[in-house]
């Protein structure tokens, strides 16, 4: 979405809200719709147009022009049945990428077979994130691939700093750590795919990809270093 789009937005919980009103500070065309009006007035100002209607009659929503829309965003949690129903309508009207967002695997599963662009899960992806966050710490940032793979953003351990990462244990996945280095980020310069030879320094960060476990073994010796200070 480079350019200013048209999108629509459908259920303003805080959910609905904080899509909505991130695509309109972006620059985006936003129509924010629910059926309770005290919510749309609170959206006054903060979209392109909030408007207060039952989504799942199609007349309303052909009315609004919904239709020539490029992107919408079920943003409908709770009320399942409102959900589907909702989706069913945009996929009819052939929006070109429809967003719907699940609270659970049925809800999400069902809303996969109406072949909607894709389906996010708010609150499990949150409850995933901080339970990374609290057992991960020293990631700085974790973007889980399956619920024990994933990306981090990590500070190297120190007792390797000014070692290459073959000397460190980082060359690749069959070495010490079992990990894959993505990248290193030294100040605003990005190396992709380093090689093996390149020296770690102060400041850098890793972005590293690997089994979670492994991911915490580099984490943990960072914690080592002061133990081995210590001895
Ligand atoms: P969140 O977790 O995002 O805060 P929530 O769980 O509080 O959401 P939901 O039940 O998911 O609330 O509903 C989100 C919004 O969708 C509510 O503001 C609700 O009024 C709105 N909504 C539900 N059904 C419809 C409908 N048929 N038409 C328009 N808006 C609807």
Redesign the pocket.
Known sequence: MAQQTQVAV????????TVATTLYQMGHDVLA????PS?VQDLAGQVTYAVA????DEANLRELGIENFEYAVV?????TE??I??TVILKSMNIPVVVA?A?TKLHGETLDRLRVSSVVY??SDMGSKLAHDLFLPGVEQYMELTSTYGFSKIKPPMKYLNQTLKESGFSNIRDRYGISVVAIQRENEIILSPDENENLVEDDILVIAGPDDQISKVVGANEFKVDETAE
């Open positions: 459908i259920g303003l919980g805080r959910f609905g809200v719709i629910d059926q309770n919510k209607v039952d989504a799942t943003a409908i949690g709770a009320n409102a959900s129903m909702v967002r609270n708010p609150e």
